[in-house]
């Protein structure tokens, strides 16, 4: 039932009469007239007792004009209700991101942001597959990459640079690749994105793209998974400079083919276009992007 038409007959009850009500709300006699019909149409049954001097109500009009009361109360209660959430810092927050940038970079920037506002509680879905953010609820995502869904918008963080590398053993024991097709003779590490495994690692060459197809015996769609891999020496692997940064400063690992890396691409949050968010969204989102530590 649309509100407004409880609206209109408590302001009929109101104003005694219906050229009153009509004059309140600005509509006309006519109007009015039309629309107390079709609100006794859609009950069956006539909810007033008209003469030329007054109205009075009829059982079923006494108990609608209650009921109306009650409802019409309970919708500017419910109303008030969300927009307070919608504008205070207080509510449940729900965002992914990718596994090693979410548990080394984003979770110190999440704590701070809990911290500074007690009444925010936060679901993290840590995973390096696809997220269909409208069909599990999320407020939004970090992703890497160009955005691809057109129903989303997005909020840039910073570039990404994806690199291959390796340990100082493993190059130690295998040699170190100086071009891209020399992959095929190396132990590769290979992530798996939802249904799509990434054996095809994407390079530049003489400024043109040069795809190259590898080969690994490990695959995993746990990027931490791939990184411990790379660390004890198993393979190569092509990972962000997000998440290789501190191993690659402190030796643990080392870059190869640098010469031959693709463009930066982008490191943003996306969130679904169609939905309205939230103040605490909204600040969480700018604290991620003003905070989330960079790559030196």
């Excluded at 963080?157 to 994806?162: S, T, V």
């Excluded at 100086?178 to 590769?188: K, M, N, V």
């Amino acid at each position: 039932m649309d509100l407004n038409l409880l609206q209109l007959f408590l302001t009929i009850l109101e104003k005694g009469g219906l050229s009153a009500a009509g004059r309140e709300l600005g509509l006309s006699p006519a109007t009015v007239s039309e629309r107390l019909a079709a609100l006794e149409s859609h009950y069956g049954a006539s909810l007033l007792k008209r003469t030329t001097r007054s109205i009075s109500l009829t059982d079923e009009g006494r108990t609608l004009a209650d009921g109306a009361r009650r409802l019409l109360t309970d919708a500017a209660e419910l109303q008030r209700q969300v927009r307070v959430g919608a504008g205070t810092l207080a509510g449940p927050i729900r965002l992914s991101a990718p596994v090693d940038l979410g548990t080394t970079r984003l979770v110190p920037v999440l704590d701070r942001f809990l911290a500074q506002h007690p009444e925010v509680s936060l679901e993290l879905n840590l995973t390096d597959g696809f997220v269909d953010l409208v069909g599990q609820g999320l407020d939004f995502a970090v992703r890497y990459g160009a955005l691809a869904d057109s129903s989303l918008k997005a909020k840039p963080i910073a570039e990404n640079r994806r690199l291959v590398c390796a340990a100082p053993a493993y190059l130690e024991r295998h040699g170190r690749p100086e071009h891209p097709d020399e992959l095929a003779r190396h132990d590769c590490l290979v992530m798996r994105f939802g249904g799509n495994i990434d054996r095809v690692w994407q390079f530049r060459l003489d400024g043109l793209p040069h795809a190259v197809t590898v080969r690994g015996r490990r695959v995993a769609n746990h990027g931490g998974l791939v990184r411990q891999w790379c660390l004890q020496g198993l393979g190569l692997c092509m990972k962000s400079v997000w998440d290789v940064q501190a191993d690659l400063a402190a030796g643990r690992l080392v870059e190869v083919l640098a010469p031959f890396a693709t463009a930066p691409s982008a490191l943003q949050m996306v969130y679904p276009a169609a939905l309205a968010q939230p103040l605490r969204v909204r600040r969480l989102m700018d604290m991620i992007a003003e905070q989330l530590p960079q790559p030196l």
